[in-house]
């Protein structure tokens, strides 16, 4: 099956900072979706994002299809931006995602 | 973005007792919904694809035995995680598909003494 990998798997910030979150795939999707899981494990769509760019207040998303990678950018951070980031990717009709092992932001005030 | 919607959100259970959990898609019908389980500090893993009228698709390595997918209706899916023990505490999560696009649930937090 697919595989999804996350980079850096920790991250810190200071408020106000800009960020850089990766997610590398291994094969082509019909399916990429980025997530935010609150602290109460709720998981919060940010993105669908098969290919192109998206954007949507301080975050947009950049999916790479041909070269397989996806970049979720987060500008002037706050702290409620910390949690765990999720890629998650899909091929095929079955609509089964495949999650990366997510990333941990802490934004520090 | 849709809806769904999961119930209870926390149980709290004794070993050997079976545990029923409902996700429900509350705006639209869903005949595809899936379950996720997630271990503390680690990413979600599907278990399975519950499809309405038929039955259920599992994962490698879980057990249909142990964890009973009904879906009856074209809003609601069921796990049932028979005779429980203390390592089927996880998160359970379920989710469902708009136009490609899943919505997950706020998830079930399953703790068996």
């Known amino acids: 099956g697919i595989q999804v990998e996350q980079s850096p798997p920790d991250l810190i910030l200071q408020e106000g900072a800009n960020s850089t979150l990766r997610c590398n795939f291994s094969?082509?999707?019909?399916?990429l979706q980025w997530f935010h899981q609150n602290p109460w494990g709720q998981l919060i769509n940010l993105f669908y994002?098969?290919?192109g760019t998206k954007q949507n207040g301080r975050l947009s998303a950049t999916t790479v299809a041909t070269e397989r990678y996806s970049l979720l950018y987060i500008s002037s951070s706050q702290t409620t931006d910390s949690g765990v980031y999720f890629c998650a990717a899909s091929t095929g009709a079955n609509s089964k995602l495949t999650f990366g092992k997510g990333i941990t932001l802490s934004v520090r005030p | 973005g849709a809806v769904v919607s999961q119930h209870p959100s926390r149980v709290i259970c004794k070993s050997g007792t079976s545990v029923k959990i409902e996700c429900r898609s509350l705006d639209f019908q869903a005949t595809t919904m899936f379950w996720y389980r997630q271990f503390p500090k680690q990413s979600l893993m599907l278990m399975a694809t519950s499809n309405e009228g038929s039955k259920a698709t599992y994962e490698q390595g879980v057990e249909k035995d142990k964890f009973l997918i009904n879906h009856a209706s074209l809003t609601l899916s069921t796990l049932t995680v028979t005779s429980a023990h203390p390592e089927d505490s996880s998160f359970y999560i379920c989710s469902a598909t708009v136009i490609n696009e899943q919505f997950f649930g706020p998830g079930t937090r399953l703790t068996v003494l």
């Open positions: 094969d082509s999707v019909n399916n």
């Open positions: 994002i098969p290919s």
